[in-house]
């Protein structure tokens, strides 16, 4: 049989329906695009602005590298050590930036790159360039150095480097917008590109980027590398690995199914409690009713044979008499009971027993033979109420 949902239900599904409709729109909008350039440079992304192919050329180049997946504070020793920073975007804290102090000044090398890397490093300080000039372009070398035996490179920038900061070697520049700068901090150095355009999937085809990645590492044979990952979301947990990713709008969507699912079940399944109605057999009811009955059926030898049949029974349980006494036999068995002189008893229960065979018995001696038989319940103290009223 067809299910007929009520006008609330009807209104939640729709409300529930339009809700997922906008997240599947926002989630088609805000998924990151293939090959658009602007993604995150991490050495686990194919995308054309990932790094996976940087990373790959290096362990083919005999250099030692892995993934660094924890704080900084966390780095060992430093002696010998590059750590690439390649745009980090994780939020980050000051401890971070001291740690990266304190891994310069022991000896460690810091290859960083973008806006957000120069936040992290001693003295790092940038600016934004002019739009006009932002975009691929070509960069050429502005002195002689290890760095720039590569020549010609080609870069992305949208930030230079502050030409007023810490005292620094600029190696590429476009006028007076310093691309590529080097500088010592402490034991180890620091080394500083305006993008990662040169070690991305799409950059590093370019000619002259790749080989001045390398000259940027350094020599396989004395330099151990760490490409962080910590600052692109790859923190220890499984949330660090999706929160970069579609997943999370997916938990997102499921959530509300979730929640509408526990709303329309609570709403529809939830346990069936009786409603509380007042009780319809007090005591006043109950006798009404009976007394109800009996008037349209004009059994008012129905009543007297009642109330009769419930006397003998307690008067016999309390003399000890057998099922059923006569009249005869209760009014010799009451006659032995002090203190009791009622004159009617007997004449009153042999009456009972000719009204409950009289079908013209007339209501109103029915009420008065039911009254008496009350009235010998009280004083004989047959039952516990008439013993609390009788004291």
Same mark, same amino acid.
């Given at each position: %049989?067809?299910?007929?949902?009520?006008?609330?239900?009807?209104?939640?599904? +729709?409300?529930?329906?339009?809700?997922?409709?906008?997240?599947?729109?926002?989630?088609?909008?805000?998924?990151?695009?293939?090959?658009?350039?602007?993604?995150?440079?991490?050495?686990?992304?194919?995308?054309?602005?990932?790094?996976?192919?940087?990373?790959?050329?290096?362990?083919?180049?005999?250099?030692?590298?892995?993934?660094?997946?924890?704080?900084?504070?966390?780095?060992?020793?430093?002696?010998?050590?590059?750590?690439?920073?390649?745009?980090?975007?994780?939020?980050?804290?000051?401890?971070?930036? %001291?740690?990266?102090?304190?891994?310069?000044?022991?000896? =460690?090398?810091?290859?960083?790159? =973008?806006?957000?890397?120069?936040?992290?490093?001693?003295?790092?300080?940038?600016?934004?360039?002019? @739009? &006009?000039?932002?975009?691929?372009?070509?960069?050429? @070398?502005?002195?002689?150095?290890?760095?720039?035996?590569?020549?010609? /490179?080609? %870069?992305?920038?949208?930030?230079?480097?502050?030409?007023?900061?810490?005292?620094?070697?600029?190696?590429?520049?476009?006028?007076?917008?310093?691309?590529?700068?080097?500088?010592?901090?402490?034991? =180890?150095?620091?080394?500083?590109?305006?993008?990662?355009? !040169?070690?991305?999937?799409?950059? /590093?085809?370019?000619? =002259?980027? %790749?080989?001045?990645?390398?000259?940027?590492?350094?020599?396989?044979?004395?330099?151990?590398?760490?490409?962080?990952?910590?600052?692109?979301?790859?923190? @220890?947990?499984?949330?660090?690995?999706?929160?970069?990713?579609?997943?999370?709008?997916?938990?997102?969507?499921?959530? /509300?199914?979730?929640?509408?699912?526990?709303? &329309?079940?609570? $709403?529809?399944?939830?346990?069936?409690?009786?409603?509380?109605?007042?009780?319809?057999?007090? !005591?006043?009811?109950?006798?009404?009713?009976?007394?109800?009955?009996?008037?349209?059926?004009?059994?008012?030898?129905?009543?007297?044979?009642?109330?009769?049949?419930?006397?003998?029974?307690?008067?016999?349980?309390?003399?000890?008499? !057998?099922?059923?006494?006569?009249?005869?036999?209760?009014?010799?068995?009451?006659?032995?009971?002090?203190?009791?002189?009622?004159?009617?008893?007997?004449?009153?229960?042999?009456?009972?027993?000719?009204?409950?065979?009289?079908?013209?018995?007339?209501?109103?001696?029915?009420?008065?033979?039911?009254?008496?038989?009350?009235?010998?319940? $009280?004083? +004989?103290?047959?039952? !516990?109420?008439?013993?609390?009223?009788?004291?």
């Amino acid at each position: %049989m067809p299910v007929v949902l009520a006008s609330a239900d009807r209104k939640l599904l +729709l409300i529930l329906g339009v809700v997922v409709l906008v997240l599947l729109l926002a989630l088609a909008m805000l998924q990151p695009q293939q090959d658009n350039g602007v993604s995150i440079p991490s050495s686990y992304s194919a995308e054309s602005g990932g790094a996976k192919a940087a990373y790959l050329l290096l362990k083919t180049a005999g250099y030692r590298v892995e993934r660094w997946e924890d704080p900084p504070r966390q780095l060992p020793d430093p002696a010998g050590a590059v750590l690439i920073l390649a745009d980090p975007r994780w939020q980050r804290d000051p401890e971070d930036k %001291m740690a990266l102090q304190r891994f310069l000044a022991k000896g =460690g090398r810091v290859l960083a790159t =973008g806006m957000g890397a120069a936040s992290l490093l001693p003295e790092g300080h940038t600016q934004m360039s002019d @739009p &006009t000039k932002a975009g691929w372009g070509k960069y050429q @070398p502005a002195i002689p150095s290890a760095l720039t035996r590569a020549g010609e /490179i080609t %870069m992305a920038p949208w930030v230079h480097w502050d030409n007023g900061s810490f005292a620094h070697v600029v190696h590429y520049a476009r006028g007076e917008d310093a691309v590529v700068v080097s500088y010592r901090v402490g034991k =180890g150095d620091v080394i500083w590109w305006a993008a990662s355009t !040169p070690l991305t999937n799409a950059g /590093i085809r370019e000619a =002259g980027n %790749m080989e001045f990645f390398l000259n940027s590492v350094g020599d396989p044979t004395q330099r151990r590398i760490y490409w962080d990952e910590y600052f692109h979301g790859a923190r @220890p947990g499984p949330w660090s690995y999706a929160s970069d990713t579609p997943l999370r709008w997916a938990l997102v969507q499921l959530g /509300i199914f979730f929640l509408a699912v526990m709303l &329309t079940f609570s $709403r529809r399944s939830g346990p069936v409690r009786p409603l509380v109605q007042p009780s319809r057999l007090s !005591p006043l009811e109950f006798v009404e009713t009976l007394g109800g009955l009996y008037h349209s059926a004009h059994a008012a030898q129905v009543a007297v044979e009642v109330s009769y049949q419930r006397f003998q029974y307690l008067l016999g349980k309390r003399l000890g008499m !057998p099922a059923h006494p006569s009249a005869a036999d209760m009014a010799r068995a009451v006659e032995h009971r002090p203190r009791y002189d009622r004159q009617d008893f007997a004449a009153t229960l042999a009456r009972c027993e000719t009204a409950i065979g009289d079908p013209d018995l007339r209501e109103k001696e029915a009420v008065q033979l039911v009254q008496a038989l009350n009235d010998f319940c $009280r004083d +004989l103290q047959l039952t !516990p109420r008439a013993v609390q009223e009788k004291n």
